[in-house]
């Protein structure tokens, strides 16, 4: 458009007033339009950005030390006494031996992958498979990650941490946790995915990924700690049943860098800070009398 703008003013001084009217003011109009346009726009995703809810940034107003003053119903962010993430330190588990493990089925059903802003998760529409715990069923809904890791052992963060979510009918929770370090071998699942987070990454919000079985997380271990704690971003809900597998996975810190890259700046690294235990217990289950917490 701004090649024929110059070509319409190097005819000027041939061309009529009218003729200069007819070019001229058209493609000038149009240059307003799209000027317009163009800033109006900016200024919508501007927008956008600000409405984000919360943010992981330690110096922000919308960051984890005032997630609990933001809304009514954060409160328990702040409030509460019962918060996650927590230290796992053997130092205060208390050994639970030979412990039955809570009986797990899981099944391929459809799944779609959603870029949630602040972290990427793998939904499951119909019935993915349930956790049958002390009478209650809890029922797979999604799974997500943040990285860093958002519960340590003894003191150690790791790279990142997936959280399997699992509701009851009357809306108790129950979550799966598995750490990874990086290394060689990459993490199995995040590979097949690989390639729809890629299409995240490029601002695609939603994306259907077939069937996706929810056994390819591989959290069976053999060990793993328990705790009451909550969720870990807001509203901070309490009284989430935590069971952590102690065998630490790895992951290649590509796929972790694949995950941050699709999520928005302000949730690249989306852990939330250690909150205080206070006098909860943890407990260490395992299946075998012969394994022992173990220290990293
Ligand atoms: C998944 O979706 C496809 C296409 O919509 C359908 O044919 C298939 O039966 C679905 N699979 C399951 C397990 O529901
Ligand atoms: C199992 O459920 C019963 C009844 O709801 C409860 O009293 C008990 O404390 C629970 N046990 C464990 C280990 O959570």
Redesign the pocket.
């Known amino acids: 458009m701004s090649a024929s703008v110059i070509v319409s003013l190097s005819h000027l001084t041939s061309m009529k007033l009218q003729r200069v009217n007819t070019y001229i003011i058209p493609h000038l109009f149009v240059l307003f339009i799209i000027l317009l346009a163009s800033t109006s726009t900016r200024a919508q995703v501007e927008e956008l950005e600000d409405e984000r809810e919360f943010d992981y940034i330690g110096a922000s107003e919308k960051g984890p030390r005032h997630w609990g003053e933001m809304k009514k119903e954060w409160s328990s962010c702040k409030n509460g006494h019962l918060q996650s993430p927590i230290d796992l330190s053997c130092a205060r588990v208390k050994i639970i031996p030979r412990c039955r493990q809570p009986d797990i089925y899981y099944t391929a059903t459809n799944a779609t992958i959603i870029n949630r802003g602040h972290d990427i998760a793998v939904y499951w529409k119909d019935d993915a498979g349930s956790v049958y715990?002390?009478?209650?069923e809890y029922f797979l809904k999604q799974c997500h990650w943040h990285s860093p890791s958002e519960h340590s052992m003894n003191g150690r963060r790791y790279d990142l941490e997936m959280h399997m979510v699992h509701v009851s009918p009357d809306n108790k929770i129950f979550v799966v946790g598995a750490l990874y370090k990086f290394g060689h071998r990459p993490d199995r699942f995040l590979s097949q995915l690989e390639k729809d987070i890629k299409h995240l990454v490029d601002n695609e919000v939603e994306r259907a990924i077939g069937e996706t079985n929810p056994s390819g997380l591989q959290t069976r271990g053999n060990a793993y700690y328990r705790y009451v704690g909550s969720l870990t971003t807001p509203p901070c809900t309490e009284g989430v049943i935590w069971n952590i597998d102690r065998k630490i996975r790895t992951v290649s810190e590509e796929q972790v860098r694949l995950l941050r890259e699709a999520v928005h700046d302000h949730a690249e690294r989306n852990a939330r800070p250690m909150q205080r235990r206070y006098n909860r217990d943890i407990l260490y289950f395992r299946s075998k009398s012969r394994a022992k917490p173990e220290y990293y």
């Open positions: 715990l002390n009478g209650t």
